[in-house]
């Protein structure tokens, strides 16, 4: 078991560039979630797949933000016209559905700068 | 909205000390996470304790559900225990956990 991982680790870019961030849920997990946390902040949630199908999505997650999880395994986080106040860390955690207990396991982030 | 309050904001200790960190919450729980997150910012899970209590090493949680609050215990704490530690939430019927805003612990030699 490796854990949730996160691709790039840091990514630095210049406003109105297009990113896209991947993460792999550790294998069998079949919820993903992705977060995001900015300086001095707790995470805030973002949205939330179970296998392929996105069930949840916050009003934080404005229109030019998008995600997928095409096959139920892995996901992509895209950003596209990026502005400065896209910087921050986003998170994705994975958990396996399970009705007595329920854990969400952390990637290690991805760190967006956009100047 | 569900709310998360943790406190306090902050804390120094000094290596070897005692502490008590609480989180409330706002309704009724489906879910409760304590983490620490280290300088590098990852989430490292401490406890997954919607109700009752668990302990692991120096470290031990409480949660009174129907009080809506939990307590992280950590006992002789070392200069590695320094970082912030964030409790985190869902209600009933939901899975998105809703965090607190952490509280910063430093640990002094």
């Known amino acids: 078991d490796t854990g949730v991982s996160q691709d790039p680790r840091h990514k630095i870019t210049k406003r109105g560039q297009n990113v896209t961030f991947r993460c792999d849920p550790i294998s069998e997990h079949n919820r993903l979630y992705w977060y995001r946390q900015t300086l001095g902040q707790g995470p805030e949630f973002l949205t939330y797949?179970?296998?392929?199908?996105?069930?949840?999505k916050s009003r934080l997650l404005s229109d030019r933000f998008s995600a997928e999880r095409p096959k139920g395994s892995f996901s992509t986080l895209e950003i596209q016209r990026t502005e400065q106040g896209d910087s921050a860390m986003y998170l994705c955690?994975?958990?396996?559905?399970?009705?007595?207990?329920?854990?969400?396991?952390f990637g290690p982030g991805t760190r967006l700068l956009v100047l | 909205g569900i709310q998360v309050e943790q406190s306090p904001p902050d804390l120094i200790l000094q290596e070897g000390a005692n502490s008590t960190l609480r989180c409330n919450f706002s309704?009724?729980?489906?879910?409760l996470q304590w983490f620490h997150q280290n300088p590098w910012g990852q989430l490292i899970n401490l406890f997954y304790i919607p109700s009752g209590t668990k302990q692991n090493g120096r470290l031990s949680a409480t949660t009174v559900a129907t009080e809506r609050y939990s307590l992280l215990y950590i006992s002789s704490s070392q200069t590695t225990d320094s970082g912030v530690y964030f409790c985190?939430?869902?209600?009933?019927?939901?899975?998105?956990?809703?965090f607190g805003k952490g509280t910063k612990l430093s640990v002094i030699p």
């Open positions: 309704d009724s729980v489906n879910n």
């Open positions: 955690a994975s958990s396996l559905e399970d009705r007595h207990q329920e854990t969400q396991y």
């Open positions: 985190a939430y869902s209600g009933a019927g939901s899975y998105q956990l809703t």
């Open positions: 797949f179970q296998n392929e199908a996105q069930l949840e």
